[in-house]
């Protein structure tokens, strides 16, 4: 992988993981809830998962595989599961939350998606362009 590549991972994973950031702290705010009840291990934790998945998504949607479609469910299945395996883990470190699992199965899934969308969006733009 060249520098350009990993540059983009950089940018891409810094400004998803700012914006999940700053989402969830309005919304604790909201809740009338001023400190994160997790804590630091809480931050770390979705760092870590954030870049299973932006590291997967990166690395399985340029494969040499013909349809997007299957270049994501090569990229999101085992990132998943790996994803639910570091959940696992955590879990000896501290107890889970009841809905952790269904908790992280949304909201990986959900960013795992938009940005499948954006992908798609910007290889259209890219094939329109060269035509």
Not at 19 to 40: F, H, R
Not at 41 to 58: K, M, N, S, V
Request: proline share 3%.
């Amino acid at each position: 992988m060249n520098k350009k590549k990993w540059t983009r991972i950089v940018s891409i994973y810094s400004i998803i993981y700012t914006i999940v950031t700053l989402l969830s702290s309005v919304l604790y705010l909201c809740n009338g809830i001023y400190e994160d009840p997790s804590g630091n291990w809480h931050e770390l934790d979705r760092a870590i998962i954030l870049l299973i998945g932006i590291t997967a998504f990166e690395l399985c949607t340029n494969l040499p595989v013909k349809s997007l479609i299957f270049r994501y469910v090569i990229a999101y299945i085992p990132s998943q599961v790996l994803a639910f395996t570091y959940v696992w883990f955590s879990g000896l470190r501290e107890p889970l939350a009841k809905t952790a699992y269904r908790d992280i199965w949304i909201n990986f899934t959900s960013l795992f998606v938009l940005l499948c969308i954006i992908h798609i969006v910007i290889h259209i733009y890219r094939k329109k362009r060269k035509s």
